[in-house]
């Protein structure tokens, strides 16, 4: 009789140094294997001394996993696509623990092919078994949901003239190689005005890298100076976690950009491990498993 197949979901994210010691190792392998220029090492070792010295997206990671886990019964693990625990190093703790059906849930709403095949390659590298691999989950109702939770507790005592949903701005040549993820990224904010009352709003990207290339804009920064707005939000929609691009591009960054500008800018929390976004993820995984009809989505 053939043994039943035990199910276990992997969560990954981007990753980030433990330390200051493991700044270095982080950066060269976010580089493909090539060192960084001691100056630009020098301006990343800034920003993580900025906002504490280290980022909490492993510990919130972690936490958002386990909850996970319990909410659907099933064993969880962790694997970050730059830094440890490597999605490598995930996928055979969970063939250890007897796993034979692996979830690989990205914890990134927005699929973009350039960014999801750094986590789903190493996967199906590692992974001989049985993989569902989750392709994004930006307009799943249930993540929908959720951000409308985290929008509207901030409306609820802070309103705008001008809300902006950004992202993690990516190579502009993606749109060109037929990438819709500028618009999965408008869907995730568009779906929200069937039940609100939002303030007039527009999707901008944020933390775009220097590499020489066109990246997508608006720029966060410019598209705020260029809507004259003095009272605005942020709803950093691709992301699900407090780390550097939340900590510092926004909280640090962006507010001494503001304060200089007098405009008075305030953004949503982060999901983190909040009950409405794990639900929202369990949701996930249950339809990538076929495991509730989607008629049932919440």
Sequence with gaps: ????????????????????A????????????????????????ERYRAIGGSSPLEKITRTQAEALGRRLGIPSFVGMKHAPPFIEEAAAEARAAGVTRLVGLPLAPHFARMSFAG???????????????V?????????????????????AYFRPERLFFTAHSLPARIVAEGDDYPARVTRSARLLEDRMDLPPWEVAFQSASQTGEPWLDPD????????????VLVCPVGFVADHLEILYDLDVEAQAWARQHRVELRRTPSFNDRVRFIDALAAVVRDALALKPAAERA
């Design 1 to 20: 009789m053939p043994r039943k197949a035990v199910t276990g979901v992997l969560c990954m994210a981007y990753g980030s140094p433990r330390d200051d």
């Design 22 to 45: 493991g700044l270095e190792a982080y950066y060269t392998h976010i580089r493909g294997g090539r060192a960084p220029s001691p100056e630009a090492l020098a301006e990343l070792r």
């Design 119 to 133: 986590y789903e390659r190493p996967l199906r590298e590692a992974w001989t078994g049985d993989l569902v691999f």
């Design 135 to 155: 392709n994004g989950f930006h307009d799943h109702p249930s993540f929908t949901a959720a951000l409308r939770g985290l929008v509207s507790e901030t409306l």
């Design 220 to 231: 966060l920064l410019t598209a705020i100076a260029r809507s004259g707005a003095r009272r």
